[in-house]
């Protein structure tokens, strides 16, 4: 990975003058390996390897935020004192500064991811027609798999032995013969008997 070069250890502008202080740069940031002066429980080095501490990174690329989460399930991190939103605060390191009224919209919806690869700045109304976009394809999916449940299948094959004809099972159930054919011959819901 590029980014361990790209940036210095907070190691620069820290003057030796005791030997306290050089005790404190035999401390090495836990991410990039460069001198580090901190001295906390954890020693990283920077705002950027602080992201690279406190994220899992996930098959699908993103970055799931590890550290303190808020109410709201986004990621927090303190920067200067100051309590920030994870991804928001990845944005601006990796990115670019957000401008003001600004949102930071997640490409993967995933509230707690921090890559900035899934992050772009957006407005409001963008942020909320992505909602709209995502919660209709959520009902789509829903809707096509709560069509049939496991036990109207199992009320399907026994209507079939009863001798009901398959047009008028199909009807009962708003799905096509071609389905209910599938059914009991074993193409589709295999796994019921
Ligand atoms: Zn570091
Ligand atoms: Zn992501």
């Given at each position: 990975m590029g980014w361990t070069t790209i940036f210095n250890a907070c190691i620069i502008n820290f003057i030796i003058k005791t030997i306290e202080d050089y005790m404190i740069i035999k401390h090495r940031c836990e991410i990039c390996d460069m001198p580090c002066k901190r001295t906390f429980s954890r020693v990283i080095c920077s705002d950027k390897c602080r992201i690279f501490a406190y994220i899992k990174k996930k098959e699908d690329g993103c970055w799931v935020w590890t550290g303190k989460k808020g109410q709201d399930m986004y990621g927090q991190i303190s920067v200067n004192g100051k309590r920030k939103r994870a991804h928001r605060v990845s944005f601006e390191l990796f990115k670019e500064k957000i401008l003001p009224g600004m949102l930071i919209l997640h490409s993967c919806h995933n509230?707690?991811?921090?890559?900035p690869d899934h992050l772009r700045q957006g407005t409001v109304k963008e942020n909320s027609n992505d909602m709209i976009a995502a919660s209709r394809s959520l009902i789509g999916e829903k809707s096509r798999r709560a069509k049939l449940k496991e036990q109207d299948v199992k009320k399907i094959k026994e209507l079939d032995k009863q001798g009901f004809c398959r047009l008028s099972i199909a009807k009962q159930y708003g799905i096509t013969r071609e389905c209910i054919s599938s059914i009991i011959l074993g193409k589709s819901w295999k796994h019921i008997n």
């Amino acid at each position: 990975m590029g980014w361990t070069t790209i940036f210095n250890a907070c190691i620069i502008n820290f003057i030796i003058k005791t030997i306290e202080d050089y005790m404190i740069i035999k401390h090495r940031c836990e991410i990039c390996d460069m001198p580090c002066k901190r001295t906390f429980s954890r020693v990283i080095c920077s705002d950027k390897c602080r992201i690279f501490a406190y994220i899992k990174k996930k098959e699908d690329g993103c970055w799931v935020w590890t550290g303190k989460k808020g109410q709201d399930m986004y990621g927090q991190i303190s920067v200067n004192g100051k309590r920030k939103r994870a991804h928001r605060v990845s944005f601006e390191l990796f990115k670019e500064k957000i401008l003001p009224g600004m949102l930071i919209l997640h490409s993967c919806h995933n509230t707690l991811c921090v890559n900035p690869d899934h992050l772009r700045q957006g407005t409001v109304k963008e942020n909320s027609n992505d909602m709209i976009a995502a919660s209709r394809s959520l009902i789509g999916e829903k809707s096509r798999r709560a069509k049939l449940k496991e036990q109207d299948v199992k009320k399907i094959k026994e209507l079939d032995k009863q001798g009901f004809c398959r047009l008028s099972i199909a009807k009962q159930y708003g799905i096509t013969r071609e389905c209910i054919s599938s059914i009991i011959l074993g193409k589709s819901w295999k796994h019921i008997n």
